[in-house]
């Protein structure tokens, strides 16, 4: 698990047919300090959560894969919840 903060959204308009009615999120992982590391990621999100928002990410593909519903889908990382702050 990583925390991250939502700095955008992505969009695409030719994507891998499992993505269809996804959201797509630019999020930017944290270290412990909560100051960015790293290259921001593409997560998937069903819970809502927007620019600014701090959220917790998964790195797990197969839990992503299950998330979406197939097993071919490219995704890697995926939104599992929102600190509340």
């Known amino acids: 698990m990583q925390l991250g903060t939502v700095i955008g959204h992505a969009t ?3 994507k891998h047919p499992s ?3 996804w959201r797509m999120l630019l999020v930017q ?3 412990n300090r909560r100051e960015p590391e790293a290259d921001p990621v593409v997560a998937v999100d069903k ?3 927007g ?3 701090v959220v917790i990410l998964n790195s797990d593909s197969k839990g992503a894969r299950e998330l ?3 097993d ?5 990382w995926f939104v599992i919840g929102i ?3």
């Open 12 to 14: 695409a308009t030719v």
């Open 29 to 31: 992982p944290l270290n």
């Open 19 to 21: 993505l269809v009615g």
């Open 51 to 53: 620019p600014g928002s």
């Open 47 to 49: 819970l809502g959560s």
């Open 83 to 85: 600190v509340d702050e």
């Open 72 to 76: 071919k889908s490219p995704v890697r």
């Open 68 to 70: 979406i519903g197939d």
